[in-house]
């Protein structure tokens, strides 16, 4: 019979093995640029057997109350055309960033107040496409280093009152590509100044960081490496 330390030395080496093997067997092709992307749907299935964090969340599934007003499914938006399929009513963000979302939702909802999502998952080719017409990098991601959009870390967000869903002031709207939406811009009213430290406070105190030129994105820290993405939100939703 084999001793307890025996047995948990062969049981750990055989997924060890096992681990090695499947990573072996998944072959996620690099760009021109040399980023990976994902983009059939069987790597992303291998990927998320070996690694659960890697997985995509549907955010309205998974948090209670979230509101989606996915802008690159509209004309709304600063392209002034339909990015996303018109019927794309429902985003994706890895799961440690779902579950941070997750806990924020639940702590504003104790404030009577909720979470509005415009952006969240983005697939690539939409980051190649936002990238044509606009050469900057203060607003818009270079395809060559990839959106952390496109690795689903990302979420382009705002906070609503739950009574009247009306979103709390920030001084601009979404895709305002001028200073005023700038964290450090600090030519506001006071009130809006205090609605936007609240939204950073309450991102950070959960993980994410939030990036100097938009008060609205917001990005996961975290040392886990993720691939960028191109897979279409239905091919998303169908392996949920």
């Known amino acids: 019979?084999?001793?307890?330390?025996?047995?948990?030395?062969?049981?750990?080496?055989?997924?060890?093995?096992?681990?090695?093997?499947?990573q072996s067997s998944i072959n996620v092709p690099k760009n021109q640029y040399g980023i990976a992307v994902i983009e059939r749907e069987d790597n992303y299935l291998k990927i998320i057997q070996l690694d659960s964090d890697q997985k995509m969340i549907e955010l309205d599934k998974m948090i209670p109350g979230i509101i989606l007003d996915l802008r690159y499914a509209t004309k709304k938006n600063f392209m002034h055309r339909r990015m996303y399929p018109a019927n794309t009513d429902?985003?994706?963000?890895?799961?440690?960033?779902?579950?941070?979302?997750?806990?924020?939702?639940?702590?504003?909802?104790?404030?009577?107040l909720g979470l509005k999502i415009f952006d969240a998952y983005r697939p690539y080719s939409?980051?190649?496409k936002f990238w044509e017409l606009i050469h900057d990098e203060r607003y818009v991601a270079d395809?060559?280093?990839?959106?952390?959009?496109?690795?689903?870390?990302?979420?382009?967000?705002?906070?609503?009152?739950?009574?009247?869903?009306?979103?709390?002031?920030?001084?601009?709207?979404?895709?305002?590509?001028?200073?005023?939406?700038?964290?450090?811009?600090?030519?506001?009213?006071?009130?809006?100044?205090?609605?936007?430290?609240?939204?950073?406070?309450?991102?950070?105190k959960y993980g994410f960081a939030p990036l100097d030129t938009e008060w609205w994105?917001?990005?996961?820290?975290?040392?886990?490496?993720?691939?960028?993405?191109?897979?279409?939100?239905?091919s998303l939703k169908k392996m949920k």
């Not at 307890?4 to 060890?16: D, G, P």
């Not at 990005?219 to 897979?231: H, R, S, V």
């Open 1 to 22: 019979m084999l001793k307890k330390s025996t047995y948990l030395f062969l049981y750990t080496l055989f997924f060890i093995i096992k681990f090695a093997a499947a």
């Open 90 to 112: 429902f985003t994706f963000l890895r799961k440690p960033a779902a579950d941070s979302l997750y806990k924020i939702q639940q702590e504003l909802n104790q404030h009577g």
């Open 126 to 128: 939409v980051t190649e």
């Open 143 to 204: 395809p060559s280093k990839a959106s952390n959009h496109n690795r689903g870390i990302a979420v382009d967000l705002t906070i609503v009152n739950l009574k009247t869903q009306e979103e709390l002031n920030m001084g601009t709207g979404f895709d305002n590509f001028t200073d005023s939406a700038h964290q450090s811009f600090k030519a506001l009213p006071e009130d809006i100044l205090q609605n936007r430290k609240y939204l950073n406070e309450v991102m950070e």
């Open 217 to 234: 994105h917001f990005t996961l820290k975290t040392n886990k490496a993720f691939d960028a993405m191109d897979l279409s939100f239905k």
